[in-house]
Structures are given as structure tokens and as C-alpha cells.
């Protein structure tokens, strides 16, 4: 079985472009998130999907970034206009939950964002 | 709100030495905890996991992990390390009645000397 699919596995930009992250969560996992990591802050969480709809926004650091789940298979993290300081590996993930045990989070390889 | 902190940001060991990673959470529920692996330039793997009975588990690659609820901890633990267990380690918990919001330690870099 596929693991969570990602892309662009790199992308170098320029301030001011717009940037699509792009991933595929694990077939039949009904959760979604999207992480970024940074040597200063770590690993962040920026909203999680559940059956498609948004659960959680409240990491997402401003309205210049947005996400999408259109449909179980496929989500979209969007910054727009991109700053420098938006430079970071960002993490797709995948779980299967419900009940009382959490489904362990199935990551994918990241997308290193690069913003001049 | 929960959070997660790690003992150690960066520790230096040589091959055969035993290892301990500390982790400590602030919540006062039932939670799951995990540790997760990342090797230089890969994405994060699930090393272990606890949900519920014995404390201690046994993960992957000879990594084990002991749950003190009294203290909050869930340290990592390793009786003798490899080279290629150069990493970074991360300890995550879930409270169960925070959905499915994991929470994420700051990271422990091990670096296995030869």
C-alpha cells in the first residue's frame, strides 16, 4: 500500500509568489494533517481535516495561508502571498481514529519550501 | 492545553552506550503517547506506541519506552545504540478527549559516534 504522497518535494520560490503544497493521506484514513517544521519552532501543527471537513485551524499562522480537502484523497496547504519566513519542511499526515484508539499519524516525505 | 517537553536537545554517544530520552507532558487525562523517529533527511516513522495496559513497550529496532502516569513520563529508552540510530526523536501524546490533536516534543537530536 502507498504511503502519504507529497508534492512538490522541493520548491524554491520567490517573496510575493503564490505556493501549493499538494498530498494524497493513506486510502480509507479518515484524518488529515498538515505540520511544518523548523529548527526554531519544531514540528507544528496547522489544522487537521476529519472526513474532509476542517477540525482544527488554529495553528495556521495567518490568512495568507489556507487548506483544502476537497475530497478523501486529496488536500491542498496554499500560502499566499509567500514570505521568507514561511521557509520550512511541510508534513502531510494520515490517521485512521475513532474511538478510544488514536490511529498512529503516517506521515509523508515533506515538501521543502524555499522562499527568497 | 497540552504540551510536551523533551529532556535533552542534543546528545552524543558512542556505539554499545545504553540511552535514555526523557519526555515529560502537562495533561491531566487519559492520553496515548508515541515516539516517532526522523533520520537526516527522512520523514517521521513510528518507533512505539502506548494506549493503555502494560507501561512498558517494545517498539521497533530494540526501542522501548516505560509510561509513569505519576509522573508524567514516557521515557525512551535503548540498551545499546547503533550508528545508524543517528536521529532525530520526537515524543507526541494525544488526550483522548482533544480529538485527534497530537501534540509534538521539541525533538531530541542522537548523534552515535563509531
Known amino acids: 500500500d502507498a504511503g502519504v504522497i507529497q508534492s512538490p518535494r522541493h520548491e524554491v520560490t520567490e517573496m510575493g509568489q503564490e505556493v501549493t503544497l499538494r498530498c494524497k493521506p493513506i486510502s480509507g484514513h479518515d484524518y488529515l494533517f498538515w505540520y511544518r517544521q523548523t529548527m526554531m519552532r519544531g514540528l507544528e501543527l496547522l489544522i487537521y481535516f476529519n472526513n474532509n471537513v476542517p477540525i482544527d485551524d488554529s495553528g495556521m499562522p495567518e490568512d495568507r495561508f489556507s487548506a483544502k480537502m476537497p475530497n478523501a484523497s486529496f488536500s491542498t496547504l496554499k500560502i499566499q502571498p509567500s514570505e521568507p519566513r514561511d521557509s520550512a519542511v511541510y508534513f502531510c499526515?494520515?490517521?485512521?481514529?475513532?474511538?478510544?484508539?488514536?490511529?498512529?499519524?503516517?506521515f509523508g516525505e515533506g515538501s521543502r519550501l524555499t522562499v527568497l | 492545553a497540552q504540551s510536551v517537553s523533551q529532556h535533552n536537545h542534543h546528545v552524543i554517544l558512542s556505539e554499545a552506550a545504553s540511552l535514555e530520552l526523557g519526555c515529560n507532558y502537562s495533561?491531566?487525562?487519559?492520553?496515548?503517547l508515541f515516539w516517532y523517529v526522523q533520520y537526516p533527511g527522512q520523514h517521521l516513522q513510528l518507533l512505539l506506541k502506548?494506549?493503555?495496559?502494560?507501561?512498558l513497550v517494545k517498539g521497533i529496532k530494540g526501542f522501548e519506552a516505560e509510561f509513569i502516569k505519576s509522573k508524567f513520563s514516557f521515557n525512551l529508552r535503548k540498551p545499546s545504540v547503533q550508528w545508524s540510530d543517528t536521529a532525530e526523536y520526537f515524543c507526541a501524546v494525544n488526550a483522548r478527549n482533544y480529538g485527534q490533536n497530537f501534540v509534538f516534543g521539541p525533538g531530541t537530536r542522537l548523534s552515535v559516534l563509531p
Open positions: 499526515a494520515s490517521s485512521l481514529g475513532g474511538g478510544a484508539k488514536t490511529g498512529e499519524l503516517f
Open positions: 495533561y491531566g487525562g487519559t492520553v496515548n
Open positions: 502506548y494506549f493503555s495496559g502494560d507501561p
